[in-house]
């Protein structure tokens, strides 16, 4: 049965790290579909720059007319912190026991996993796919290598042959294009063309998010 996957994030802004990421997960994992799922209050970084309403419209506009990426508001209609584990306990519900999930990850978000509640469960409850990402290296908690150990695979198209369970590292082409960067590119007035899709950026030059002004819509290429 084809996976469905998720790729979780704050996306303050969406950018093409993130779409792209979301593309070479979908088609490695071979999956039904990825669904972007913005979270409301990131519950271990600081509040988002921008309002979780306002976010999740500049996804909408980033994935429409994509094949098989969309975006799940889920997170944004509960009420406080967005708790991955309750994520996927909502989404098995909806898609029953048998059909593989997979929980998506930058080797960043990855590093961090110890820290997230119940954290040991999301594997029970779906695969975690954890994707390289450039300036992301270092040790691992040992607690993440013993999953490893004991869940890890390099084979894709394991994940196809189980609902939940295992661990995948997929090496994709690194980006090194991160939402600090674009925000701090436009509080400072420059350019982010080609960095974000051009209907997020319209949206934001409009509304002036992000302290944007006139340039951010690369009128001055
Ligand atoms: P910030 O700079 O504000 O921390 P971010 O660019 O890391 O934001 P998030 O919304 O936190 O964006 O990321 C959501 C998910 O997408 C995370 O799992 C993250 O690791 C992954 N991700 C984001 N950008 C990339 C990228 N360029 N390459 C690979 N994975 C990425």
Known sequence: MKPLALLGGTFDPVHV??????????????????RLLPCALPPHRDRPAVAP???????????????????????????????SYDTLVSVRAEIG????????LGADAFAGLPSWYRWRE???????AVLSRPDAHGLLDPRLEELLASAGTAAPAELSGSPAGLVLRLEI?????????????????????FLVPDPVLELIRIRGWY????????SDL
């Open 173 to 193: 082409p690194p980006l090194p294009v991160s939402s600090t960067l674009i925000r701090s590119r436009l509080q400072q007035g420059r350019n982010v063309r």
């Open 17 to 34: 790290g993130h779409l792209r990421a979301a593309i070479e997960a979908r088609e490695a994992l071979d999956a039904e579909e990825i």
């Open 211 to 218: 302290g944007a002004g006139s340039s951010a819509d690369g």
């Open 97 to 104: 026991e048998r059909r593989p999930l997979v929980l998506v």
């Open 122 to 128: 999301l594997v029970g409850l779906a695969h975690i």
């Open 53 to 83: 309403e306002q976010r999740l419209e500049m996804l909408e506009r980033a994935v429409a007319g994509l094949p098989r990426i969309s975006c799940d508001p889920r997170e944004l209609r509960r009420r406080g912190p967005s708790y």
